[in-house]
């Protein structure tokens, strides 16, 4: 089991950049993580995603060239670089991990068994 914490969130204008930290209490090193975004009103949203070893990750077409999803193992942490932000991209972000070595990486929320509790971050125009 392990417990995720993300930080890094807050307020930036349009075109700046935000690097959000997903810590976790544990070995991080057999799990695969994603991040996600739910904005008010709306239906939580995949973000990123990368398996154990960072050697493979995936982005949706809406964050894809701006956002960038790495992982030091040997720090049980995983980052999520946001550039170029957008007001649209305002949201909490959670990361969230699943346990699995493989080469795989998940994009839907259910998929993942642990959560953190989200940062908020806010992009104004």
């Known amino acids: 089991q392990v417990q995720l914490v993300e930080s890094g969130g807050g307020l930036v204008q349009a075109g700046g950049s935000l690097r959000l930290s997903c810590a976790a209490s544990?070995?991080?090193?057999?799990?695969?993580v994603g991040w996600f975004r739910q904005a008010p009103g709306k239906e939580r949203e995949f973000v990123a995603a990368i398996n154990w070893s960072g050697g493979w990750t995936y982005y949706p077409d809406s964050v894809k060239g701006r956002f960038t999803i790495s992982r030091d193992n040997t720090k049980n942490t995983v980052f999520l670089r946001m550039n170029s932000l957008k007001p649209e991209d305002t949201a909490v972000y959670s990361c969230a991990a699943r346990l699995n070595s493989g080469s795989y990486y998940y994009v839907n929320s259910y998929e993942y068994n642990y959560w953190g509790q989200g940062t908020q971050v806010t992009v104004s125009s």
């Open positions: 544990g070995r991080i090193s057999s799990y695969a």
